[in-house]
């Protein structure tokens, strides 16, 4: 009787036991479903579409780097659309919800003032890079470095011909952006100190792409564009002689230069998240970021507030 009493007690244990542990499989099922729904960890894959428009200069680092991520099994049911139109346009279309991703070459809050200014609190900053912008002439013009003084004369109209400030006698073609640009912001606050006009007889264009071609083909003419895109199509001007290369942009010596951000309203949905991690992941940053032009933010010895104020 006792020997049939214990075979009855370890029959129950091994049916208790065995119990347990498929509960527990259950509730761990369970919350790897629920959990993860994200493509990094293998979990269901996430689908949707994103659009990213703004700034022209951050324009050629997001194509890029979107064109890889749909490339990427793991982000196969993703659609991310880029369009440019500036900074200004970016912010204004995240803000309004017409777009997922603003970016933009300045801070929310430069563009967001006054009745606006809450605008700028709706919204969630990711710096992805560091665009420099650079001086550029048209490959004919002799003069290799300005001063910030020549560079206001210039941009304000009170020097109209390049032998005024070392060059031979030639007419100055300001090929400047609207005022809606982020690239012009940073130009005028960083190089100028000022805003600039525009004066009679400028040109105004805001893709970067066709500023450098306006360069290149206008007699005496003068831009200024992200770093990003530079070639040899156009001559870079040194600013108060210092070269806008990446040694003196992350010291600081060199001035003119801004984060390029990618705004979001309100914390990033999961399908953004997924997006904007993949940018900053170690595969984007050393190698496109690097490859195009920018610099990574990682890099940066000096950090930048919206104020413009510098610190170490």
Not at 250 to 261: C, I, L, Q, T
């Amino acid at each position: 009787m006792k020997k049939v009493l214990l075979v009855v007690v370890a029959l129950m244990l091994t049916i208790g036991l065995a119990a347990c542990g498929s509960k527990n499989e259950s509730s761990n099922n369970n919350g790897g479903t629920t959990n993860t729904g994200n493509a990094n960890t293998g979990g269901a894959a996430l689908s949707g579409s994103l659009l990213a428009a703004g700034s022209t200069a951050l324009q050629p680092l997001v194509e890029q780097v979107s064109k890889k991520f749909m490339d990427d099994s793991k982000y196969s049911g993703i659609t991310v659309q880029v369009q440019g139109g500036g900074s200004g346009t970016g912010l204004t279309q995240v803000s309004a919800g017409q777009a997922d991703l603003g970016n933009s070459d300045i801070f929310a809050e430069e563009k967001f003032v006054d009745a606006d200014a809450d605008k700028a609190k709706e919204l969630v900053d990711h710096q992805v890079a560091v665009v420099a912008m650079a001086t550029v002439v048209n490959k004919e013009i002799a003069v290799d470095s300005l001063t910030k003084q020549q560079l206001v004369d210039i941009f304000t109209g009170k020097v109209t011909n390049w032998k005024d400030v070392g060059g031979k006698d030639q007419k100055i073609t300001i090929v400047n952006r609207p005022s809606s640009s982020g690239t012009r912001k940073t130009f005028e606050k960083f190089a100028l100190g000022t805003k600039s006009e525009d004066i009679q007889g400028s040109i105004q264009e805001d893709s970067s792409g066709t500023v450098k071609k306006l360069v290149a083909e206008t007699p005496g003419a003068i831009g200024y564009l992200a770093l990003s895109y530079l070639d040899d199509t156009v001559k870079t001007v040194k600013y108060d002689g210092v070269e806008p290369k990446e040694d003196n942009i992350v010291s600081g010596k060199y001035p003119v230069w801004a984060y390029e951000h990618v705004y979001t309203k309100g914390e990033p949905n999961e399908v953004a998240k997924v997006f904007i991690d993949y940018l900053m992941s170690d595969e984007i940053q050393n190698a496109d970021v690097v490859e195009l032009g920018y610099i990574p933010v990682g890099k940066m010895q000096v950090k930048r507030d919206a104020a413009g104020n510098i610190t170490k």
